[in-house]
């Protein structure tokens, strides 16, 4: 497939995560002179489903999306994580990491970074085989806060929780991006440090929580 055609996929992918997607949306996304022509050919050959108004991946067309936004996604990921790269940087990098990862790689990039669930943007990283049945053959890079070894540190990467209320707290009490924490204890509750302040947080929370181990 054509790297533009691929690329019109993931845009495809990424406003239907928002709802029905409107034709004219897409071509705005598209940004091409030829996207109208570039939608024909991929209805064509059965990637897209095109009507009068809207726009929607086929069941030929779903999996080839779901995997560019995988590859896409966890490039970010690795990037922003283990590089440290600038926000344009990672955008570009990610841009050519969809088309040439091979399905090995990925596995291995997403398996290497602790089978994250979200992008740095917040945004689902699709699952691969690695992910549902959590083989291990390369350590986690990135690792829930619940499974950080007891008296071991770690930088503090993402959090995964969608409950404001929770997220509010946390940032109150300094667990946020990029601060070290310390793990104490796992049960009953999940204790750790950061400075010389020790906090008490549930397991369910310390799970939402992923760290860099430092």
Known sequence: ??????????????????????????????????????????????????EKETVALSPKGLPVAEQLIRRHRLAERLMHDVFQVDEAEMEKLACEFEHILSPEVTDSVCTFLGHPPTCPHGKPIPRGPCCRTFQREVRPLVTPLSELELGKEGKIVYITTQHHTRLDRLTSLGVVP?????LHQKRPSVIIQIDETHIA???DIAREIYVKRV
């Open 1 to 50: 497939m054509k790297r533009a055609n691929e690329e019109a996929l993931v845009r495809l992918w990424a406003l239907a995560e928002q709802g029905e997607v409107m034709r004219q949306a897409l071509l705005s996304e598209v940004g091409s002179e030829n996207a109208e022509r570039m939608l024909e050919e991929l209805s064509a050959q059965g990637f897209v489903v095109l």
């Open 178 to 182: 990029g601060n070290r924490v310390r």
């Open 201 to 203: 947080l549930d397991t």
